[in-house]
């Protein structure tokens, strides 16, 4: 028995109300492009309409003109979608707040997650959306799940609740140690002054 290795998210697709609500929404409150455009191909009443979250997958909406917006939680049992996560700059997070203010948009207020900052409110569907802010650049060559896995495990080996900032700074260390060689025979922590 062998494995389906999968490469990352292709898309994402989800249950819309009509064409305008979804546009206004995805493109108009969260600044993604709308890009593709044609008639869902499994249901020729739906249209199927496709934004660029930012990094080049897809988030596409099946739309019908007789649905309406219904702003009511989603459901959270399970096999439901609990929430969906996009991730935001440090510019941008710090505005979150007082934009959707604006829009008299009720949110959760800035959370923080120890590894990342967050933000949630829902769509005019009642699904919920997090906005998050990563606390952390991963040194060159490595991803944010890299420095997550070792921030993980310099957590449990020291016996924290949850993961914070100093096992973030540890971790990104580690790595930066175990891929970038160095000259210096001791590369360990020293006092110049």
């Not at 909406?61 to 917006?69: D, G, H």
């Not at 440090?90 to 207020?109: C, K, M, P, V």
């Not at 991963?138 to 949850?162: F, K, Q, W």
Request: charged residues 25%; proline residues 6%; glycine residues 8%.
């Amino acid at each position: 028995m062998r494995k389906i290795q999968v490469q990352g998210v292709h898309h994402i697709t989800l249950t819309g109300a009509d064409r305008r609500t979804s546009i206004d929404f995805w493109e108009g409150v969260l600044g993604m492009p709308f890009i593709f455009d044609q008639p869902n191909l499994d249901d020729p009443h739906e249209g199927h309409l496709y934004f660029d979250p930012g990094d080049g997958r897809l988030i596409t909406v099946f739309t019908n003109e007789t649905r309406t917006a219904d702003p009511r939680r989603t459901p959270t049992e399970p096999g439901c979608v609990h929430h969906l996560a996009f991730s935001v700059g440090l510019a941008t997070f710090r505005q979150i707040e007082a934009r959707l203010d604006e829009r008299g948009i009720e949110h959760s207020g800035h959370r923080d997650r120890g590894f990342m900052e967050s933000i949630y409110f829902k769509d005019p569907m009642g699904l919920l959306i997090e906005l998050a802010c990563y606390k952390f650049e991963p040194p060159m060559g490595c991803s944010h799940a890299d420095v997550m896995i070792t921030a993980h495990r310099l957590r449990v080996e020291r016996g924290d609740y949850n993961i914070q900032e100093s096992h973030l700074a540890d971790a990104i260390e580690m790595l930066v140690t175990r891929r970038q060689d160095s000259l210096s025979a001791d590369r360990g922590p020293k006092n110049p002054y």
